[in-house]
């Protein structure tokens, strides 16, 4: 069992700089086992993929939205993901998501565990 949960949203202002957390608490298995994502969801749209990253923090990918903008990141001693995100559009506004999982083959998922969201607000 795995309880995620995002801190760090708020309402900035385009162009700003903002970092997302996501602490974990793990009861089976380490934080180290599990791959960790971050994903997005804005007023009536679909979520979306945001970045990923795998159970050693060694491999990173990202969706061509935030690429060159957004930092994804893992502190295993903290059990804690982290996203930073520069250059912040209005675009970038949406409650953003964390998600856990061990069987994790592709951006996609498939994701076991997810926190309850932040809200990140861009104004113009």
């Known amino acids: 069992q795995v309880q995620l949960v995002e801190t760090g949203g708020g309402l900035v202002q385009a162009g700003d700089s903002l970092t997302l957390s996501c602490a974990a608490s793990?009861?089976?298995?380490?934080?180290?086992?599990?791959?960790m994502a971050w994903f997005r969801q804005a007023p009536g749209k679909e979520r979306e993929f945001v970045a990923r990253i795998n159970n050693v923090g060694n491999r990173k990918s990202y969706a061509d939205s935030v690429r060159y903008r957004a930092t994804i990141s893992r502190d295993s001693g903290k059990k804690t993901l982290y996203l930073q995100m520069n250059s912040l559009k209005t675009d970038d506004t949406a409650v953003y998501y964390c998600?856990?999982?061990?069987?994790?083959?592709?951006?996609?998922?498939?994701?076991?565990?997810w926190g309850q969201g932040t809200q990140v607000t861009v104004s113009s």
């Open positions: 793990t009861s089976r298995l380490p934080f180290s086992a599990y791959a």
């Open positions: 998600a856990a999982g061990t069987r994790v083959m592709r951006d996609s998922g498939p994701y076991d565990y």
